[in-house]
């Protein structure tokens, strides 16, 4: 079974970008699918994107669009997520997730949290 | 895009009681559609998927059923530690939105 070991948190200033990772272990990294979700305070569950590392194919949600970048370095088993031109609303904790392509999440990181405060 | 709307939002039940959350798709996704726990602070979990298949470990007060558009997740005897609050899925495409969730707590 895949484990998935997320990088720590990140203070960020406003208009700057951020970069998140995501290191899988145990399990066959290009077989899956490796998804970033994330939550704001008090809210819900939000997916942004996802790459399936084998075929180098991300899709992103239209809200992110233009402003997420992932990717996925097979030779290190590792997921990034790259979110640029931050904003206060995009405080949040980032998670990763892995499943088999079109397929439930299971397992998940254990989150990131970053803050956008100048 | 697919819409995943879930009620209610919140809720508020006694230990022992029957608890139902229903999750609606705006267009059919046969039963690609999974449920997952997140309690206060922690990572989501799991619950079941493929609709109506039980995670493995997951106490069989949990059931799930559907098909379609319309879900329903049902925790047959509400626990104390059920405390949580509950999303649907769906993941039939590579966008794997979620329902806005329903906060389950005791009476």
Known sequence: QVQL???GAEVKKP??????SCKASGGTFSSYAISWV???PGQGLEWMGRIIPILGIANYAQKFQGRVTITADKSTSTAYMELSSLRSEDTAVYYCAASLPNWWFD???QGTLVTVSS | DIQMTQSPSSLSASVGDRVTITC?????ISNYLAWYQQKPGKVPKLL???ASTLQSGVPSRFSGSGSGTDFTLTISSLQPEDVAT?????YNSARGTFGQ???VEIK
Request: aromatic share 12%; net charge positive; proline share 3%.
């Open chain 1, 38 to 40: 994330r939550q704001a």
């Open chain 2, 24 to 28: 609606r798709a705006s267009q059919g």
């Open chain 1, 107 to 109: 397992p998940w990181g």
């Open chain 1, 5 to 7: 070991v997320q990088s």
């Open chain 2, 101 to 103: 969730g329903t906060k």
């Open chain 1, 15 to 20: 208009g700057s970008s951020v970069k998140v």
């Open chain 2, 86 to 90: 509950y999303y649907c899925q769906k």
């Open chain 2, 48 to 50: 079941i998927y493929a």
